[in-house]
Protein backbone atom coordinates (compact mmCIF):
# COMPACT_ATOMS: atom_id res chain seq x y z
CA UNK A 1 0.00 0.00 0.00
CA UNK A 2 2.75 2.26 0.45
CA UNK A 3 4.47 2.16 -2.47
CA UNK A 4 1.49 2.59 -4.50
CA UNK A 5 1.22 5.71 -2.40
CA UNK A 6 4.37 6.92 -3.93
CA UNK A 7 3.65 6.14 -7.21
CA UNK A 8 0.12 7.57 -7.24
CA UNK A 9 1.63 10.93 -5.75
CA UNK A 10 3.82 11.29 -8.34
CA UNK A 11 0.66 11.17 -11.00
CA UNK A 12 -1.27 13.83 -9.21
CA UNK A 13 1.38 16.16 -8.52
CA UNK A 14 1.46 15.79 -12.67
CA UNK A 15 -2.01 16.24 -12.64
CA UNK A 16 -1.87 19.16 -10.79
CA UNK A 17 0.10 21.01 -12.68
CA UNK A 18 -2.18 20.70 -15.82
CA UNK A 19 -5.21 21.84 -13.99
CA UNK A 20 -3.95 24.57 -11.60
CA UNK A 21 -1.31 27.72 -12.03
CA UNK A 22 2.17 27.10 -11.58
CA UNK A 23 2.39 28.85 -8.34
CA UNK A 24 -0.24 26.78 -6.56
CA UNK A 25 0.50 23.95 -8.48
CA UNK A 26 3.64 23.66 -7.42
CA UNK A 27 3.29 24.47 -3.40
CA UNK A 28 0.45 21.57 -3.89
CA UNK A 29 3.05 19.19 -5.33
CA UNK A 30 5.50 19.75 -2.39
CA UNK A 31 3.17 19.77 0.47
CA UNK A 32 1.94 15.97 -1.20
CA UNK A 33 5.90 15.01 -1.45
CA UNK A 34 6.40 16.15 1.89
CA UNK A 35 3.13 14.38 3.47
CA UNK A 36 4.35 10.95 1.49
CA UNK A 37 7.86 11.48 2.54
CA UNK A 38 6.53 11.65 6.58
CA UNK A 39 4.17 8.41 5.54
CA UNK A 40 7.01 6.31 4.09
CA UNK A 41 8.96 7.65 7.01
CA UNK A 42 6.78 6.47 9.79
CA UNK A 43 6.10 3.80 7.80
CA UNK A 44 9.43 2.04 7.78
CA UNK A 45 10.21 2.93 11.13
CA UNK A 46 7.03 1.15 12.96
CA UNK A 47 8.38 -2.08 10.75
CA UNK A 48 11.97 -1.95 10.79
CA UNK A 49 12.82 0.62 13.01
CA UNK A 50 16.17 1.62 12.32
CA UNK A 51 17.52 -0.99 10.37
CA UNK A 52 15.53 0.52 7.20
CA UNK A 53 17.43 1.81 4.44
CA UNK A 54 14.36 3.83 3.14
CA UNK A 55 13.81 5.44 6.65
CA UNK A 56 17.16 7.73 6.26
CA UNK A 57 16.42 8.53 2.49
CA UNK A 58 12.72 9.80 2.87
CA UNK A 59 14.22 11.90 6.17
CA UNK A 60 17.08 13.18 4.19
CA UNK A 61 14.70 13.81 1.58
CA UNK A 62 12.54 15.50 4.05
CA UNK A 63 14.87 17.74 5.42
CA UNK A 64 17.38 18.26 3.15
CA UNK A 65 15.08 18.54 -0.02
CA UNK A 66 11.17 19.13 0.56
CA UNK A 67 10.83 21.28 3.40
CA UNK A 68 13.42 23.91 1.45
CA UNK A 69 12.01 23.16 -1.52
CA UNK A 70 8.27 24.00 -0.25
CA UNK A 71 9.98 26.97 1.72
CA UNK A 72 12.05 28.86 -1.22
CA UNK A 73 8.39 28.11 -3.55
CA UNK A 74 7.13 30.16 -0.80
CA UNK A 75 9.36 32.78 -0.23
CA UNK A 76 9.52 33.78 -3.59
CA UNK A 77 6.12 32.68 -4.62
CA UNK A 78 6.22 35.86 -6.74
CA UNK A 79 8.81 35.32 -9.10
CA UNK A 80 9.45 32.41 -11.46
CA UNK A 81 11.15 29.66 -10.37
CA UNK A 82 13.06 29.92 -13.18
CA UNK A 83 15.06 33.44 -11.59
CA UNK A 84 15.65 31.67 -7.88
CA UNK A 85 19.21 31.29 -6.97
CA UNK A 86 19.98 30.52 -3.62
CA UNK A 87 23.85 30.33 -2.75
CA UNK A 88 24.72 29.97 -6.39
CA UNK A 89 22.51 26.99 -7.58
CA UNK A 90 19.39 27.44 -9.33
CA UNK A 91 16.32 26.31 -8.21
CA UNK A 92 16.36 23.96 -11.32
CA UNK A 93 18.86 22.08 -9.91
CA UNK A 94 17.27 21.79 -6.59
CA UNK A 95 14.12 20.51 -8.26
CA UNK A 96 16.33 17.46 -10.53
CA UNK A 97 18.23 16.70 -7.66
CA UNK A 98 15.18 16.30 -5.53
CA UNK A 99 13.49 13.89 -8.55
CA UNK A 100 16.44 11.95 -8.38
CA UNK A 101 16.06 11.66 -4.59
CA UNK A 102 12.58 10.50 -4.89
CA UNK A 103 13.39 7.75 -7.10
CA UNK A 104 16.10 6.81 -4.85
CA UNK A 105 13.64 6.23 -1.95
CA UNK A 106 11.21 4.80 -4.02
CA UNK A 107 13.78 2.41 -4.61
CA UNK A 108 15.10 1.81 -1.32
CA UNK A 109 11.36 1.83 -0.46
CA UNK A 110 10.73 -1.53 -2.90
CA UNK A 111 13.73 -3.38 -1.32
CA UNK A 112 12.82 -2.28 2.27
CA UNK A 113 9.17 -3.12 1.23
CA UNK A 114 10.49 -6.71 0.37
CA UNK A 115 12.54 -7.84 3.50
CA UNK A 116 9.25 -6.65 5.47
CA UNK A 117 6.93 -9.05 3.07
CA UNK A 118 9.69 -11.64 3.64
CA UNK A 119 10.04 -11.35 7.36
CA UNK A 120 6.17 -11.64 7.26
CA UNK A 121 6.02 -15.04 5.37
CA UNK A 122 8.72 -16.57 7.30
CA UNK A 123 6.74 -15.65 10.57
CA UNK A 124 3.60 -17.06 9.00
CA UNK A 125 5.41 -20.49 8.49
Not at 25 to 40: D, P
Not at 47 to 55: G, H, N, P, T
Not at 79 to 86: A, F, H, V
Not at 89 to 110: G, M, V
Request: charged share 10%; glycine share 2%.
Amino acid sequence: MILLLQILSVFVVLAIFQLVPLTIAGMLASSIFIMVAMISTYYFFAYLRWKSFALYTWLLFLLVLAFPILALRIYYMDLPTSEIIIGGIPFSTLHRLSEKAYLLCFLLSLMDYARIKKAANKAAS
